[in-house]
């Protein structure tokens, strides 16, 4: 009887110390996988990491190389700003010598005109000299003699112009209209009209510019200035945001004048403004 309890519990001894061995066994597989699994995940964390700082090292480069695009065309955009506004100012001081080239003209047509006269009268009539200068001087052409006080034609005339191309604006306004004031129907008057609608023009009263840019049009059409008249009469429209008006103008000029230095500067303020000129806008029809 009691061999029998013994071997029954060697049996159950046997039985549970199997139980305990496999069981064993069975946790070490465990902890072999899950040390396997973290080897797995510490080496897939490190390759994570790697490749993260492989893209923020590409993700910073990328923002570099923008910057430096950036940079390059903010350098590009101002050089070509820069350019623009050297070639618009070249061609205000164009502009400005060719203005004073055609003063010298009028100056020279004038002074030619005055001597054609003298001359005319010298040879059709029976008076002398003596007798015949002081007629010339004081003639309709020339406008009429001065009034009590009033400098003579031409002095007023070239001291005003010379004030005019030295910068002297308020001093050259002022005796241009003191030249309209005594000599409005002289050969010049329409020059010295245009020279105060200009002189405006230059400190910013485009309204004013532009009504005595008007009378230049209306009183004296056909003088030397009509040309210019109309076209600083269409930029000081422009300036003022009378877009439509402005292109008009420019536009009757380049129609009435197609040929002249003045709707040339035209054709470019269009261009400039994106605005097809008639010349360009009209192509003649081919030579058969």
Known sequence: MRFRNRVACLA?????????????????????????????????????????????NLIEQSADSV?????????????????????????????????????????LKSRLAKVSKQLDDMQGGGTNLAAGQPGNASA???????????????????????????????????EFGDYMKYYSNTD????????????????????????????????????NKAAAAQLKKGYALLELGQRDAGVRELNSLIARYPRSIEASQARDRLRRLGVTSPSTARKPPPSQ
């Open 12 to 56: 159950i001894g046997l039985t549970l110390s199997t139980a305990a061995f496999a069981a064993s066994k069975e946790m070490i597989q465990l902890q072999t996988q899950v040390q396997t699994l973290q080897d797995q995940v510490s080496r897939l964390q490190q390759s994570v990491d790697m490749h993260m700082g492989a893209m923020r």
């Open 67 to 107: 910057n430096k695009m950036n940079a390059t065309v903010n350098e590009l955009q101002n050089k070509m700003q820069g350019q623009m506004t050297d070639s618009n100012g070249r061609l205000d001081q164009i502009s400005a010598q060719v203005q004073s080239l055609h003063d010298t003209v009028d100056e």
């Open 140 to 174: 309709p052409a020339a406008g009429a003699a001065p009034a009590s006080g009033a400098p003579p034609a031409d002095a007023l005339y070239n001291n005003a112009l010379r004030d005019y191309n030295s910068g002297k604006y308020d001093l050259a306004s002022q």
């Open 188 to 223: 010049l008057a329409g020059n010295a009209q245009f020279y105060l609608a200009d002189i405006e023009y230059r400190q910013g009263n485009f309204e004013a510019a532009v009504k005595d840019y008007d009378k230049v049009l209306e009183q004296y059409p056909g003088g």
